[in-house]
């Protein structure tokens, strides 16, 4: 199993809602990744997580809150967005926490804020 | 920053031709590596290129990688339309940073 599972795949939210975007990995990948991508631009990272850990939080709004609950799943939980963090949320996980390897992406989920 | 640039920024072809995208850098690195992103799709790992190799083959990819002028280049032989994606190179900023270039949008035409 080589895949990275992103759910949901669309979601639309107030800026009040409150709501989780999930990522889940069975290769044993002990990093994993939330990238941020807006269109037509590259994907720009946003939190990391070694070996469990947050490793890396790229100056990320608080509205944001990254969790990882074991080392398959990897949420991020959503609260009182605004319209402009609408965009493309990729999650990655790579084998070791050293970030020197490949990275290997879901297909997103595709976020639109009221 | 140590981001990539790309070149071109987009890159419309026939389909059966070679396509060429090149990357600059700032400074020095370990490894560059190139992905390729379908529209609003995740991104897929194409191949990775340490600094001490000069080429790499895939299939019908070659990278190669200039250290000395900071830059590597993708050419993709015999194009085809299945090969309209964007692609970028990305390299490692500190411990665990992937950055990825601003990207090559690439169209195959038929």
Redesign the interface.
Known sequence: DTE?TQTPKHLVMGMTNKKSLKCEQHMGHR?M?WYKQKA????E?MF?Y?YEKL??N?SVPSRFSPECPNSSLLNLHLHALQPEDSA?Y?C?SSQE????????????S?LTVL | SQQGEEDPQALSIQEGENATMNCSYKTSINNLQWYRQNSGRGLVHLILIRSNEREKHSGRLRVTLDTSKKSSSLLITASRAADTASYFCAIIQGAQKLVFGQGTRLTINP
Request: glycine residues 20%; neutral net charge.
């Open positions: 990275v990093a990744y037509k631009k590259p994907p990272l990391v070694s490793s890396i790229e493309l990729l990655a926490g050293g970030g020197t390897g490949e990275l290997f992406f879901g297909e997103g595709r």
